[in-house]
C-alpha cells in the first residue's frame, strides 16, 4: 500500500490552465474520489499521478518517493480505464495476465493470481472468452481483474462505470467498494457522477476550474458544504436555493422569504449575522417533510400548494413555491396525491444553509 502526497501541482494545455496548484495528501489504505463537473481538472490529475501526463510545476510522491519523472510503469501502479483497454484477440486469462507476463512473472505465480482475481470478480467461467464474447460489465471486470494481479501499491480508476447502463453501474459500484474492502489497497477514482462519489469514497475531493473546492468525509461535504457550488453538486435532487434576508425575531434570527414567510432560526453564534442582510437560504429535499402533530425544536410548519408530483416508488418529489422560486420536497408516496393539493410540510431549519450570495461562500 502507498500514501500519495502532492505539491502545488499545476499543468496546462496551450495556456489552458487544466490544474491549478493543487495540494493533496491521500493516506495509505485510503479509497478517494475525484468528482467534479466535465473540464474541472480530475481526469488531467489522475493521468498526471499516472505519469501519462508530466506536470508543468509541483510535485507527486507515492510512498514518499518523488515520480515526476518516473515512467508509468515504473511507478508502481496500476490504472483502470473508462474504455477497458483489453486486447482484442486474447482470452480473458491472457488478458488479465498480460502485465504479469511483461514483467517475466513464473507462470506458476501467474496462474494463481489470475484464478485468484477470477474468482473474487465472479468471472472464472469467463477465462477462456474474448472480449467481443462478454457484456460491458464483464469487460470492466476483467479490466479490474487486469488491475489486481498487479498487486501494486496504488490503483487508479478513470470513469470506469460511465459506459455502463444504471443497473451494471450498481453492481459494479458495489464490486469496487467490496473489493477495496478486502485488498485495503490505496484507490484513487475518478468520477462526474456524485452518487458513485459518495457511496464510495471514504474521502470526496470536489474540483471546480482545476482546483480543489473542498475535501472531505461524504457526510462533511454533504451536511457541512464550504460554498453554493459543493452544496448544489452533491445530493440528489439538488439543495433548494433560495433568496431571502436575516431579521432579527425575538431575541434571536429569523430568515425572511418575500413579503409574508419567516422561518426562525436554531441558535447561532455570531458568525456574521446582521439584520436586512441579503442571503440564499439553502435546504435540501430529504429536510422538507410532512407535517405531522409534534412540534420539535428548529422545525417549523409551512402550509403550501402541491404544484407538481413526481412519483419515484415509495418515495416522490413534490415540487411547491416559495419566495416565487420553486421548491422540492422529497416525500413518502403516500404523503401526497395530486397536484392543487393543500398540505402542511415540516421545514428542519437545523440542516439549512446560509450562503452570502456575493462571494457564494456559506456563512
Known sequence: MADLKIT?????????????GIDLEVASGEFTVLVGPSGCGKSTLLRTIAGLETPD????????????????RDRDIAMVFQNYALYPYMNVFENIAFGLRARKTPQAEIETRVRRAADMLGITPLLERLPRQLSG????????????????????????LSN???????????????????????????????????????????????????????????????????????????????????????????????????????????????????IVLGLRPQYVTR??????????????????????????YITFPLGGVPIVAELESHDVQRPGERIDLDLD???AVLIDPESNRVI
Open 8 to 20: 502545488n501541482l499545476h499543468k496546462h494545455y496551450s495556456g489552458v490552465q487544466a490544474v491549478r
Open 164 to 278: 455502463l447502463d444504471a443497473q451494471l453501474r450498481d453492481e459494479m459500484r458495489s464490486e469496487i467498494k467490496r473489493l477495496h474492502q478486502e485488498l485495503g489497497t490505496t484507490m484513487i477514482y475518478v468520477t462526474h457522477d456524485q452518487i458513485e462519489a459518495m457511496t464510495l469514497a471514504d474521502r470526496i475531493v470536489l474540483l471546480r476550474d482545476g482546483k480543489i473546492e473542498q475535501a472531505g468525509t461524504p457526510l462533511d461535504l454533504y451536511e457541512r458544504p464550504a460554498t453554493r457550488f459543493v452544496a448544489g453538486f452533491l445530493g440528489s435532487p439538488q439543495m433548494n436555493f433560495v433568496p431571502a434576508q436575516l431579521a432579527q425575531s425575538g431575541g434571536g434570527w429569523a430568515v425572511k422569504v418575500g413579503s409574508d414567510v419567516s422561518l426562525p432560526l436554531p441558535a447561532r453564534q455570531g458568525d456574521g449575522l446582521s439584520d436586512g442582510r441579503a
Open 291 to 316: 407535517a405531522n402533530g409534534s412540534h420539535r425544536p428548529g422545525h417549523e410548519r409551512l402550509g403550501v400548494t402541491v404544484e407538481l408530483v413526481q412519483p419515484t416508488g415509495s418515495r416522490a
Open 57 to 72: 510545476g509541483g510535485t507527486i510522491e507515492i510512498g514518499g518517493r518523488v515520480v515526476n519523472y518516473v515512467r508509468p
Open 137 to 160: 460489465g464483464q469487460r470492466q471486470r476483467v479490466a479490474i481483474g487486469r488491475a489486481i494481479v498487479r498487486n501494486a501499491r496504488l490503483f487508479l480508476f478513470d470513469e470506469p
Open 349 to 351: 431549519m437545523n440542516r
